[in-house]
């Protein structure tokens, strides 16, 4: 299984190196995918069997290339969703309703934000329930690849900073917003970590009152537990951190890239090889 990681990794690398601009941005391959479609390759590279026909090892077969495997794509959330780009909804009307098509088109309509005639599906009954990092939650089944993309880089990147999460919180029915806006929550696209242990000191009071934001912070990460390292490993793929915004919001993740790209396939890479 190495030689499947090393021959997908170079792939996704040379598929990067076209894409993005950013070296240090690479795609990751997915456990499960890998595992699951790199078996051909093994196969290839692994040492023929004593009993195997002579002529066969003389001309080996045409199909001895590599079967590309599809890998995380390094994204980066579209500026125009960005909470910062539309409010105050009062006098950023336009802006806020593009953003709110994009989420309805591309996720589903929720009853009462935008107009049905954007998509036929509600957007409530496209969630899925899932695990991450070992806890259940239930979010819009277009951008659990992404959030298994950000659990994939946590895992090879972040062991030098630990942290267990204890509770995670996806897809709401209510909209939790004043003045207009629509939380991401109500699309399956955000995801709440540990809202306990990472505070939102620009919420409403019943947030505010943590011991989070009463203590002196020079930085926001001092007003949370989960370490930067998460962070980064979610934005890398295409998740906004709302910790950025005013509302500090530091458990809160919200997928705002393209989910059409979350995976390099097996086409792209293939494109893009030399
Ligand atoms: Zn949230």
């Given at each position: 299984?190495?030689a499947?990681?090393?021959?997908?990794?170079?792939?996704?690398?040379?598929?990067?190196?076209?894409?993005?601009k950013?070296?240090?941005?690479?795609?990751?391959?997915?456990?499960?995918?890998?595992?699951?479609?790199a078996?051909?390759?093994?196969?290839a590279?692994?040492?023929?069997?004593?009993?195997?026909?002579?002529e066969?090892?003389v001309?080996?077969?045409p199909?001895?290339?590599?079967t590309?495997?599809?890998?995380c794509?390094?994204?980066?959330?579209?500026?125009?969703l960005i909470?910062?780009?539309?409010i105050?909804?009062?006098?950023?009307?336009q802006?806020?309703?593009?953003?709110?098509?994009?989420?309805?088109?591309q996720?589903?309509?929720?009853?009462?934000?935008?107009?049905?005639?954007?998509?036929s599906?509600?957007?409530?009954?496209?969630?899925?329930?899932?695990?991450?990092f070992g806890l259940?939650v239930?979010?819009?089944k277009?951008?659990v690849?992404?959030?298994?993309?950000?659990?994939?880089?946590?895992?090879a990147t972040?062991?030098?900073?630990?942290?267990?999460?204890?509770?995670l919180?996806?897809?709401?029915?209510k909209?939790?917003y004043?003045?207009?806006?629509?939380?991401?929550?109500?699309y399956?696209?955000?995801?709440?970590?540990d809202?306990?242990?990472?505070?939102?000191?620009?919420?409403?009071?019943?947030w505010?009152?943590s011991?989070?934001?009463?203590k002196?912070a020079?930085?926001?990460?001092?007003?949370?537990?989960?370490p930067?390292?998460w962070?980064?490993?979610?934005?890398?793929?295409?998740?906004?951190?709302?910790?950025?915004?005013?509302?500090?919001?530091t458990m809160?993740f919200e997928?705002?890239?393209?989910?059409?790209?979350?995976?390099?396939?097996?086409?792209?890479?293939?494109?893009?090889?030399?």
């Amino acid at each position: 299984m190495r030689a499947a990681f090393a021959i997908a990794g170079a792939l996704v690398v040379g598929a990067c190196a076209t894409t993005a601009k950013v070296p240090e941005r690479r795609a990751r391959a997915l456990p499960p995918p890998v595992a699951a479609s790199a078996a051909p390759v093994e196969a290839a590279s692994a040492a023929p069997p004593e009993d195997e026909p002579e002529e066969e090892e003389v001309a080996p077969a045409p199909s001895a290339a590599p079967t590309p495997v599809a890998a995380c794509n390094p994204q980066k959330a579209f500026q125009y969703l960005i909470r910062s780009s539309y409010i105050p909804v009062k006098t950023k009307k336009q802006e806020h309703e593009k953003a709110l098509k994009w989420r309805t088109t591309q996720y589903g309509y929720v009853k009462g934000f935008g107009e049905a005639s954007w998509n036929s599906k509600l957007a409530k009954d496209e969630v899925v329930a899932t695990t991450v990092f070992g806890l259940p939650v239930s979010v819009h089944k277009k951008v659990v690849p992404a959030i298994k993309c950000a659990e994939a880089e946590i895992k090879a990147t972040c062991g030098s900073t630990p942290y267990t999460p204890h509770v995670l919180s996806g897809i709401r029915d209510k909209n939790t917003y004043r003045a207009g806006e629509v939380t991401n929550h109500l699309y399956g696209i955000a995801l709440d970590i540990d809202p306990l242990l990472n505070s939102c000191c620009g919420c409403v009071k019943k947030w505010q009152a943590s011991p989070l934001c009463k203590k002196k912070a020079k930085t926001i990460w001092e007003r949370m537990s989960m370490p930067k390292c998460w962070v980064d490993a979610f934005e890398k793929y295409g998740f906004y951190w709302l910790g950025h915004d005013a509302l500090m919001d530091t458990m809160h993740f919200e997928f705002l890239a393209d989910p059409d790209q979350i995976m390099v396939t097996p086409k792209v890479i293939a494109a893009a090889a030399p």
